[in-house]
């Protein structure tokens, strides 16, 4: 097997693992349990709702009309695609997982504009009357993906998953 494949196993395979289940939820949550749509009340500080979001993260940008779709899923397709080849010159297996959590996700909602036409989000975390935006598997992927990629930048040190090249020398 080639040194490509072997550093690309584990990330894709977590990739595909949030891919499917991102889908499985969601399916579950549309098919399902929100026929019709409402408010499942499962703690005092979370619900499942229903939420369509046409635009990117906290539904910014919800307003790009029909072209939203093919424009936001485009973006998305070549982050996934830069992903990938960051993904293929990394012989660290952690960053490769932590890209894998990223490109699973934003796959994931993709695949929710095109079947939808927009991003099935489902889950409520509030405090009082403060509600976070609803979101579902495949965001929290993106943001623990991105979270852990950038602490990791700024204080992983010498053991940094980003700073190193692909003989393990440090960058910087």
Do not use: C
């Not at 500080?45 to 939203?68: P, T």
């Not at 939808?116 to 993106?142: E, K």
């Not at 943001?143 to 960058?171: P, Q, Y």
């Amino acid at each position: 097997m080639s040194d490509l494949r072997i550093r690309l196993i584990p990330g894709l395979s977590l990739a595909l693992l949030v891919l499917i289940l991102d889908q499985l939820s969601k399916w579950w949550i549309v098919e399902r349990v929100m026929a019709p749509p409402q408010v499942i009340e499962v703690t005092s500080f979370f619900n499942l709702v229903m939420v369509w979001n046409r635009g990117v993260s906290f539904g910014l940008f919800d307003s790009g009309g029909d072209y939203s779709v093919w424009i936001l899923s485009g973006l998305a397709m070549v982050i996934v695609m830069v992903l990938a080849v960051w993904m293929g010159r990394s012989e660290r297996g952690g960053l490769n997982l932590l890209l894998g959590l990223i490109i699973g996700g934003a796959i994931g909602n993709v695949i929710d504009r095109f079947r939808y036409g927009a991003v099935a989000d489902f889950l409520d975390v509030h405090m009082g009357g403060l509600h976070w935006p609803a979101f579902n598997v495949a965001d929290s992927a993106i943001t623990v993906g991105a979270i852990l990629l950038v602490a990791d930048s700024l204080f992983g040190g010498e053991e940094s998953l980003t700073n190193k090249d692909e003989t393990g020398s440090d960058r910087s």
